[in-house]
């Protein structure tokens, strides 16, 4: 939702100031969203007052004098958040992701650590009944339910919670209004991964073709029939031996010699 030029700068302002713009992009502009829709006369007959809807004892405990100055209750924002994260780090044993900061900004660090590390126990057993159903829950339901849907929401992820040590999913934070977030165009689909190849030994194939072809015959094409191989021609019989030449002198010799 678009905010009046100088709220938009007064919130980026404290945002770079102490760093939450780097860690938390777009963080403190969510909240002030949802908290007053970006207006920084905003007030609740709870008490709860400004942009980011301060009660009183949170006000006065980090010096906001006036909850409706845009630059001073962003300030203020930003150092409650600040501290909120210590809160949750210890209790989670990892970083806060932005949804549990806002629920800690709503229901206070200790609330939201309790929230946060006892999913299956009552909701409003653990911040009591009005916390709960003050805030969009019913008094039955359990802390996962309840913590998730406004996690899920500012996160842009929708009703999900990660347990404590648990490494907290990263998400594609899509744009937030009162609705809920805004939705978004569908994902390109993507290509089915290519099965992996398996070595299967040496390709015969493709050895008895280069062998082929380095004798100088062509590569059977795939699916063709191969040609017949050239008949040999049929062995011819050999020569009938010529009689030698009558050698009389030899002939003689060979006779008995009379005595």
Do not use: C
Request: charged fraction near 15%.
């Amino acid at each position: 939702m678009p905010f009046d030029p100088k709220v938009a700068s007064a919130i980026e302002g404290a945002a770079q100031r102490y760093g939450l713009a780097l860690a938390y992009p777009g963080y403190m502009e969510r909240m002030a969203g949802i908290e007053s829709s970006g207006n920084p006369a905003a007030y609740n007959p709870s008490g709860a007052a400004g942009l980011f809807q301060f009660m009183p004892k949170t006000a006065s405990a980090y010096g906001l004098a006036n909850p409706y100055d845009a630059a001073e209750a962003s300030d203020a924002a930003a150092r409650l958040t600040l501290d909120n994260a210590k809160v949750l780090r210890r209790a989670l044993n990892r970083e806060p992701t932005a949804g549990e900061l806002y629920l800690a900004h709503q229901q206070g660090a200790g609330g939201a650590s309790k929230i946060l590390t006892n999913p299956d126990a009552s909701a409003a057993s653990l911040v009591g009944t009005k916390a709960v159903t003050q805030n969009g829950g019913s008094a039955g339901e359990t802390a996962a339910q309840f913590g998730g849907r406004w996690t899920g929401k500012f996160d842009g992820s929708g009703p999900a919670m990660s347990m404590p040590g648990e490494v907290a999913p990263t998400t594609a934070r899509a744009p937030f209004d009162l609705s809920g977030p805004a939705s978004s165009a569908a994902p390109a689909p993507t290509m089915p991964a290519e099965a992996p190849k398996t070595d299967n030994g040496p390709d015969l194939g493709s050895i008895m073709r280069l062998l082929s072809a380095s004798q100088g015959a062509a590569a059977p094409q795939p699916g063709a029939e191969a040609a017949p191989a050239p008949a040999l021609p049929a062995p011819q019989p050999a020569p009938a031996p010529r009689p030698a030449a009558f050698d009389a002198t030899k002939f003689l010799s060979l006779l008995p010699t009379r005595r």
